[in-house]
Every structure is written in structure tokens, then in C-alpha cells.
């Protein structure tokens, strides 16, 4: 037995809350093609993010730590990955539509240069006067313009939501403005839960690294009131956090931050009794977010990795020397712009030179970046 598209569709009808995104009413892409026989639109969708190029350099993309401290640490790739199972577990308790979820969150990083946030601040310094760069606009880029797989049109050619989706699924950073999405309405249930499960991946993720890289000492946890309550929760009563009991915290901090999503969520959902998606656009605040008590741990959290993590000398010197190599790199292929590669150097009769070259360097990932400046710089290369 096998289910057809239209039964696939139908499913979503009579399985998910009334307001989810159903791909059966899905507002099309912008150019016209068959849906597959077997998958749902925002299926397709997330299966083309998948196989595209830019998701698969996002394996060599830094996290915190730059490709080359070690095997262990997050990258962007799994870091993509970890946001993608935490929100398909929010859409499935909520009743969104979970394959939109999947979709939006595995696009979320696709523009994120390399090295990083030091990469993207370094770049968005350099960018100033012509626009600046956003990873979160990049990402959009990305998927409508310079993924390249298709004889009639540039980009993935994703569906209306999911581009939606990717624009605003952050809605400190919203950048519909600069994407032609339409700015009057918010957020999508599905993009509201994509942008939640990206801050409790990063914050979760971020502290495991920063624990097992020795960044951060678990003694010094204890000032945080989220620590406090996760180990006293597992009995573990302080001295050498080993590898197992790592894990363990991790995963109760984790567990604990998605049942609170989900409660306050239902609470809110049962206070505004959305009938359709676009009522869940129309609110005035997202309807997924922590409860007050939770967003007060996670920002002190924040702070703390902040504090203690981002600003560690050791993550200072893996960002200095980033900034150095892409600063470079960027006034290098500035002095002369035929030094890029073919389909880059077709683009400057009709760009901006110094776009094509935000657009270059964000595709390299931490480790063609280096190869790229030993070429450039050092004279034995």
C-alpha cells in the first residue's frame, strides 16, 4: 500500500489544528511546477533544502568552535539537525504542520558565512555601505536566487510558507522587509516554533561544548538558578561533571526547557482559540514562547555563556584570527575581482561588486576560507 499526494493532504486535514499551515492550500511557488505524486509541497520543500549545496557546506561551517579545534564540537551542520528534531517534537504536540517545521528549520542557517558570528559581524563591518549582511537575509538569498540547480530559474523555487517562514521565523531580527514578504502579518505557527527551537538548541548545545572543550567548569554554574534546578532535579550533587552526567544534565535541561515551550504554548493557543493560521499571524505576540520564569533562566543563561563562554580568550583568538582571514580575503578580491571563480566573476557586470563578494565569501566554509588565505598570503602555497 502506498499513500498518494491528495491522501497525504487529506491526512494533514484531519490530523493537524485547525491552525496549521496544510499544504493542500499552500500558496503556490513562484514558478509553476507538478507537485510530486507521493509528497506534500512543504515535503518537497524540505527534501530540497537537504539535497542543495549550501546544506551540505554547512558541515564545515563553525558553530562556536572553528572546524579545525576538534572533532567533537557542534558544527552548523548538526547544530541544523538538533533544531530540526526539537521542532518536528513541538509541531507534533502542538498539531502544526511538522514537515513545514522541518523545512524552515533546516534552511535557518543556509546564509551563515564562516567562522561563525565573528564571521558574520566581520562581514556585515566590511558590507556597511552597500546593505550589510544578515545571515538571516543570506539564508533567504540563498533559496530564491543563489542555489543553482534548475535550467529555468535561479533558486529552490520553495513554496510561498516556507519562505515565509524562513524570513520571519526570528522575530527579533525579522527581515521580511528586505525579502518582498509582506510585513503586515507575523509569524506562522510553524515559524514561531522553528525560531524557538533554534534559541533552545543553541543554548543547550553551546554550554555542552563549552563543558567538554573546558571553557566553563561546573562549579561555576551553580550561580545560575536554570543549573541549580536540572542537577538538583538528577540528585547530582556537584564535583566532576564526567562525560555521563554531562549528558545526562544536558538532556534534562533540554527536556525541561521543550515542556515548558509546550505548556506555555497550549496556554496561549487556549486563550486565543486560533481558528486558522492567519489568525495565529495576526496576534499581537507570539503564541510559542516560555513562560515568563523560563525566558528569566534562559537569559541568564545567555548572559552567562556570554560572559564566560563567547568572550573566553580562547573563542577570542579563534575570532580574531577569523575577522583577520575574511577582512583579507574580502580586500583581496576587491584589489582585483577576476580572481573569483567563473559563475561568481559573471555576476559583476551586473552587481555590485562588493555584494558578489559577500555572496562568495559567506558560501566558503571555515576550512576553503583558511586554504583560500594561504593561497592568497603565504608564499609557499
Excluded at 499544504?23 to 515535503?43: I, L, M, N, V
Excluded at 526570528?170 to 510553524?190: F, R, V
Excluded at 561555576?220 to 555521563?244: M, N, P
Excluded at 499581537?284 to 515568563?292: A, D, I, K, R, T
Aim: with cysteine; net charge negative; hydrophobic share 35%.
Amino acid at each position: 500500500m502506498h499513500r498518494s499526494r491528495s491522501q497525504l493532504e487529506q491526512q494533514e486535514l484531519e490530523t493537524l489544528a485547525p491552525y496549521a499551515l496544510f499544504s493542500r492550500h499552500s500558496r503556490g511557488r513562484s514558478h509553476h511546477e507538478a507537485e510530486p505524486r507521493y509528497r506534500t509541497a512543504f515535503q518537497r520543500d524540505r527534501d530540497r533544502i537537504v539535497h542543495c549545496a549550501a546544506f551540505r557546506l554547512l558541515e564545515y561551517k563553525t558553530q562556536v568552535f572553528v572546524n579545525d579545534a576538534g572533532d567533537y564540537f557542534r558544527t552548523r551542520l548538526t547544530h541544523t539537525l538538533e533544531v530540526a528534531q526539537i521542532g518536528r517534537t513541538l509541531a507534533r504536540a502542538l498539531g502544526a504542520n511538522e514537515d513545514l517545521v522541518e523545512a524552515i528549520c533546516l534552511a535557518h542557517d543556509l546564509g551563515h558565512p564562516p567562522f561563525g558570528h565573528a564571521g558574520e559581524g566581520i562581514l556585515n563591518q566590511l558590507m556597511a555601505d552597500w546593505g550589510g549582511f544578515n545571515h538571516n537575509h543570506q539564508s533567504f538569498r540563498v533559496v530564491t536566487k543563489l542555489e543553482r540547480r534548475y535550467p529555468k530559474w535561479n533558486g529552490l523555487n520553495l513554496t510561498a510558507e516556507t519562505l515565509e517562514g524562513i524570513a520571519k521565523h526570528e522575530t527579533e531580527y525579522d527581515i521580511s522587509h528586505l525579502s518582498g514578504i509582506e510585513t503586515e502579518t507575523g509569524a506562522s505557527l510553524e515559524a514561531q516554533i522553528a525560531n524557538i527551537a533554534d534559541e533552545l538548541a543553541y543554548n543547550a548545545h553551546d554550554l555542552d561544548d563549552g563543558l567538554q572543550a573546558g571553557l566553563i567548569r561546573a562549579e561555576q554554574l551553580r550561580e545560575l538558578d536554570i543549573w541549580r534546578i536540572v542537577t538538583d532535579r538528577l540528585g547530582w550533587a556537584g564535583g566532576v561533571l564526567d562525560e555521563v552526567d554531562r549528558h545526562h544534565v544536558i538532556r534534562e535541561l533540554v527536556g525541561m526547557q521543550v515542556d515548558d515551550v509546550l505548556q506555555n504554548s497550549a496556554a496561549n493557543i487556549e486563550v486565543a482559540k486560533p481558528r486558522r493560521s492567519l489568525n495565529v499571524q495576526r496576534q499581537s505576540q507570539p503564541l510559542v514562547s516560555h513562560s515568563e520564569r523560563q525566558q528569566a533562566h534562559n537569559r541568564d543563561l545567555k548572559d552567562f555563556l556570554f560572559e564566560n563562554m563567547y568572550r573566553h580568550y580562547r573563542i577570542l583568538r579563534m575570532q580574531t584570527r577569523a575577522e583577520h582571514i575574511l577582512q583579507a580575503l574580502f580586500s583581496g578580491y576587491m584589489k582585483e575581482p577576476r580572481q573569483l571563480p567563473h559563475d561568481f566573476r559573471a555576476r559583476l557586470a551586473g552587481e555590485e561588486t562588493e555584494r558578489v563578494l559577500a555572496d562568495y565569501i559567506a558560501n566558503l566554509t571555515d576550512r576553503s576560507a583558511f586554504l583560500e588565505y594561504r593561497q592568497f598570503f603565504d608564499p609557499k602555497s
